[in-house]
């Protein structure tokens, strides 16, 4: 039977494929018969395997916070109680025993019969148990992989198998794994829970296919190989269409192709408006292997190299000095003399520093120590970061980019760093360019409302409003259930990007926009009518954003901006920016 199910539209365009679904834990592990004579030893692996996950628990219990609510001990008292539990330890036991299953099969094995049982209890507060049984078990089994997460080497083995019109469909991705599925072979994803602005949304927005977030329930609902179509502009998934519907998205999708083909006759075509305004486009970046997109996409340098994803998801330690001198060196050399600016780790948030060395420092809230904070509460590793960017300067036009600064002191701590940096450099005799820029990310309103401050100290700043949106609006952008009140046309953050856009001209300092609204055409000309003429945004978005470029006059959007600004009604904003757009 054919039904659609609704969520939040994250890449455009439309796909049509198979379902390949994927869990935390109990699909995704490897089902293999273990040799004969093994079946001991791989009953000793899992019984250390629960040894480990009742070690963490009690670790967990040790560190909960004196003021921590009675709840959570409780909670995880309930855990270690299931991990004792004398049949869930037997039975996969005997499984491994009698079948020759290997001990994440066995154990996934059995969590799913318990899964189907709790199914169906009838009782709400009993049935939702069943969730307690599969953390547990996924406890176990990040034990038995050996790390903090799961493998992806099924997913990989699934991937291989099936051709390119695999469409993932998760409760949910984290950024770090949304980076490996890059290297995937599959044609769009759907999740149940995310917002349209997390960092996984945007890393899945640079791979350039359709998906949609906050599709609620869809990895119970939708069934392994459900024929899908995911249409990434409205973010609907149509479960088993009919035969017309079909039709009608084959037909969507051939007009797609065409008009993507249109736009790469832009690639080389000069990004001036009508009036002859030159415009800048540079690409954001996630990793170096992304910069021969960039410039394939025709961008005039990297406006955001979010170095974090270097540090994230990693099994030893931290990169080291080398390690990421390497990286940058790559990246630099990847765009050929153009600029690059290799914003300094911005972890934190939805971005999960989840490492053996840093444990403690992960899951930090986006109101604790992120970005910068971080960095500065971690002076030595924030100097090694320095040390290798200041290095890679040698080998081309390499910019500082700072996120998460607010205060004054913070200000002060870092350009104190960057100059320890460089005097260590020198004493090491290592070259670097020593007329490097600094730039600082504009991204919470306490830096937009103290414009001056910034101006004084930085060479360029970046507006980030992914997270200026955020935090003025007070709305976790990764949170879909308050995902209808993230609004980048929100009279406040008008407001505040047209006057930091003002206030950084007003002193001649270049000002760019790097955040998600600089990728979004919608916004392409509203952007240009306050001045902007400096843009960064994820290839496959920058020949888009061009398109409308080349045909916007700013003397008439310039006309068109003060009633959008003084307006507060958003229906009005609204309607004005739709006119803008005309
Ligand atoms: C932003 O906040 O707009 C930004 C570009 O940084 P990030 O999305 O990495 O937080
Ligand atoms: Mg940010």
């Known amino acids: 039977m054919s039904f659609a199910l609704h969520g939040l539209s994250v890449s455009n365009g439309v796909a049509i494929g198979h379902a390949l679904t994927i869990s935390a834990a109990s699909l995704d592990v490897t089902h293999q018969f273990i040799a004969s004579g093994s079946e001991e030893q791989e009953v000793v692996r899992l019984q250390q395997a629960f040894e480990l996950a009742m070690q963490e628990l009690h670790d967990l219990k040790d560190r909960l916070p004196e003021d921590a609510p009675e709840e959570m001990s409780a909670f995880l008292d309930v855990h270690r109680l299931i991990l004792e539990d004398i049949d869930l ?69 699934k991937l291989d198998r099936q051709s390119a019109d695999a469409i993932i469909v998760a409760q949910d991705i984290a950024p770090h794994d949304m980076m490996r599925f890059k290297e995937l072979n599959f044609c769009a994803f759907v999740t149940d829970f995310g917002g349209k602005n997390s960092h996984t949304a945007i890393v899945a927005r640079s791979l350039d296919i359709p998906a949609a977030v906050g599709v609620k329930h869809a990895s119970e609902i939708i069934q392994q190989d459900d024929l899908l179509i995911v249409d990434g502009d409205k973010g609907i998934v149509i479960v088993d269409p009919s035969p017309m519907i079909l039709e009608a998205y084959r037909q969507r999708q051939a007009e797609i192709k065409f008009s993507k083909e249109q736009l790469q006759l832009l690639k080389y075509t000069p990004t001036k408006t009508i009036d002859g305004q030159q415009i800048t486009l540079m690409a954001n970046i996630e990793t170096p292997e992304d910069a021969p997109d960039a410039l394939d996409s025709g961008a005039v340098g990297v406006g955001l190299y979010r170095s974090e994803f270097l540090f994230m998801n990693r099994k030893g330690g931290l990169p080291e000095e080398e390690e990421q001198y390497r990286a940058y060196v790559k990246t630099i050399e990847a765009m050929y003399g153009l600029p690059v600016n290799i914003r300094t780790i ?26 910068i904070r971080w960095s500065l509460s971690e002076p030595e590793i924030f100097l090694t970061q320095l040390r290798a960017i200041l290095r890679a300067s040698a080998h081309g036009k390499a910019q500082i980019l700072i996120p998460m600064l607010a205060q004054a002191h913070e200000i002060e701590l870092t350009l104190e760093l960057i100059g320890e940096a460089k005097r260590q450099l020198e004493q090491r005799q290592q070259a670097y360019n020593t007329d490097i820029k600094i730039g600082a990310m504009i991204e919470i309103p306490a830096a937009a409302l103290v414009m001056p401050l910034f101006l004084k100290y930085f060479d360029f700043v970046s507006i980030g409003t992914n997270d200026l949106i955020q935090y003025t609006l007070g709305i976790d952008r990764a949170d879909n259930a308050v995902a209808h009140l993230y609004d980048p046309l929100h009279p406040a953050i008008l407001k505040l990007i047209y006057e930091i856009i003002q206030a950084a001209k007003k002193e001649n300092i270049p000002v760019s926009v790097c955040g998600e609204m600089a990728g979004d055409s919608k916004l392409t000309r509203l952007l240009l009518a306050m001045g902007l003429t400096d843009f960064s945004m994820h290839a496959s978005q920058l020949l888009t954003v061009k398109r409308e470029i080349l045909k916007a006059y700013i003397a008439d959007l310039t006309y068109q901006l003060p009633p959008i600004l003084s307006t507060y009604e958003p229906e009005l904003i609204n309607a004005l920016v739709t006119k803008l757009n005309q």
């Open 346 to 371: 911005d972890i934190g948030a939805d971005k999960n520093l989840d490492n053996e060395d840093h444990k403690l420092s992960s899951n930090i809230s986006p109101l604790g120590l992120r970005g």
């Open 89 to 157: 330890r037997q039975k996969p036991e005997a499984l491994i025993l009698k079948r020759r299953y290997n001990a994440a099969w066995a154990l996934t094995t059995v969590l799913d019969e318990l899964l189907l049982a709790f199914e169906e209890i009838d009782d709400p507060y009993l049935k939702e148990r069943g969730a307690d049984f599969r953390q547990v078990i996924e406890r176990v089994l990040y034990a038995l992989n050996g790390s903090s997460e799961l493998s992806l080497a099924p997913l990989y083995q």
